[in-house]
């Protein structure tokens, strides 16, 4: 064989071991509000919801250095139905028999737009912020900020394993100061 087809050889298998990696690498599997709502008729979890926007620095490390770390991928496809979105969309969503829109949306805006009705009605101020819900899609809490994988790890597991309905600051604040992370 020929240095020239050495080399293709070499750069061919190199192609497809990069490939069958790249098949294998797994994602969150990311839904929408009222796909999540209906997944948990058959099997129901809790819900974590990324509410995000387009512009917003830190909603993009959190896409790029947070969910894209195969702990918290692993931990949320196992535990969680996992929303994404988008706080300025201009399109309608039903929760709670209710149905939820961005009458100020317009086209073509660059940065900042309208925040949508259902980014309010969660309690959403800033970006990112993480709305956890229990089983039947009621809101327990928003949580504002970038978390690195250690840092949403603890929110992740709390609400997992923790939360019953209510908890105290007590409890929380002892979970807080004990917790190890594993991430």
């Known amino acids: 064989m020929t240095f020239a087809g050495k080399a293709f050889t070499t750069l061919l298998f190199l192609f497809s071991f990069a490939q069958i990696n790249f098949a294998q690498e797994a994602k969150v599997n990311w839904m ?14 809790k819900i974590m919801m ?17 969910f894209t770390n195969q702990q918290v991928i692993d931990y949320l496809n196992a535990n969680y139905y996992a929303v994404k979105f988008d706080a300025e969309s201009p399109n309608p969503i039903q929760y709670k028999g209710k149905t939820f829109e961005n009458p100020g949306w317009k086209q073509n805006v660059r940065g900042r737009n309208s925040t949508h009705q259902l980014s309010r009605a969660l ?18 809490t928003p949580i504002s900020g970038f ?12 609400f997992n394993k923790k939360y019953n309905g209510s908890v105290s600051q007590v409890e929380w604040e002892a979970y807080r100061d004990n917790f190890n992370s594993s991430w």
């Open 147 to 158: 978390k690195t994988p250690p840092q949403l790890e603890m929110f992740l597991k709390f």
């Open 123 to 140: 309690g959403v101020n800033a970006y990112p912020t993480i709305v956890y819900m229990d089983e039947n899609a009621e809101i327990i």
């Open 32 to 45: 929408s509000l009222e796909e999540a709502i209906a997944a948990q008729q058959d099997h129901p979890r």
């Open 50 to 66: 990324d509410v995000y926007t387009e512009w917003c620095g830190p909603c993009k490390m959190m896409m790029s250095r947070t």
